[in-house]
């Protein structure tokens, strides 16, 4: 039997190992997250192929005798240069591998994994600094959905209105959102809760930019701009999302 098995993957980690060598941290599309040493020293083929966020087909030699993976060889079909030459790509593209690291890959349907990681990637890569944070954000956002935890923010999570006029409330404990009626009328006060009792103002901007782009590859985005403040709701709501899931607030959601 084979002890080598190829795999479609993306390289979210690299990380020297010993004196030479470097330890890898990819995403695959068949058995999720993998991780492999790779051997040779700063002028390998193989050090320079595995840089993070480089896709393609990956060849993994396995010893389970020794409980060992190699990365043996590496047909990589995309680079993405472009994501070293700017700092918020770079920052944009880090927070993405640590939130697909954190959650584990998804835990399962990894082909949709790798293919929401690098069609993200690919649009990080020549993004200017602007569409970086929306890019990342719209990554988070279908995340939450690929994870099954994402809330509707078309109405409220009580009463079902959609009103579009007025501000609505996330409350993290429930992962729904509130119209100002239904806010008063559970006793949850915007006014004397803050973020960290987990409590967001959502303001119609916000709202209707989450739900326009939830279908859309980011491609797209470019299309779908908002002002700061609804741009700042949008990213503190959905960093809250995940973190809930998560256990923890990344520190890479914040540059």
Not at 110 to 123: G, K, V
Not at 176 to 181: A, L
Request: proline share 4%; net charge negative; hydrophobic share 35%.
């Amino acid at each position: 039997m084979s002890r080598t098995a190829v795999y479609s993957a993306i390289i979210l980690r690299n990380r020297h190992s010993g004196e030479s060598n470097s330890e890898v941290t990819l995403l695959t599309a068949e058995e999720g997250i993998i991780r492999a040493t790779v051997f040779g020293g700063a002028k390998s083929k193989l050090r320079s192929h595995s840089a993070p966020y480089n896709s393609g087909r990956v060849w993994i030699y396995r010893d389970k005798a020794k409980d060992y993976a190699k990365l043996s060889d590496f047909d990589v079909q995309s680079w993405r240069p472009g994501l070293r030459e700017l700092y918020e790509r770079t920052m944009a593209a880090g927070a993405l591998a640590e939130t697909i690291l954190s959650s584990l890959g998804g835990g399962g349907e990894w082909r949709i994994a790798l293919q929401l990681a690098t069609s993200s990637m690919d649009m990080l890569e020549n993004a200017d600094e602007e569409l970086c944070e929306r890019i990342l954000v719209h990554f988070l956002w279908r995340w939450s959905d690929f994870l099954g935890i994402q809330p509707q923010v078309e109405c409220c999570s009580i009463c079902g209105n959609e009103t579009q006029e007025s501000p609505f409330w996330f409350s993290s404990p429930e992962n729904g959102i509130f119209c100002p009626d239904c806010v008063t009328g559970n006793d949850i006060c915007p006014q004397d809760r803050s973020l960290s009792q987990g409590l967001i103002k959502l303001n119609p901007g916000s709202r209707r930019w989450l739900s326009a782009v939830k279908p859309l590859e980011p491609s797209f985005l470019y299309r779908y701009s908002m002002d700061s403040s609804s741009f700042n709701e949008a990213k503190a709501f959905v960093s809250t999302v995940l973190a809930g899931a998560l256990g923890k607030r990344l520190a890479s959601w914040e540059w």
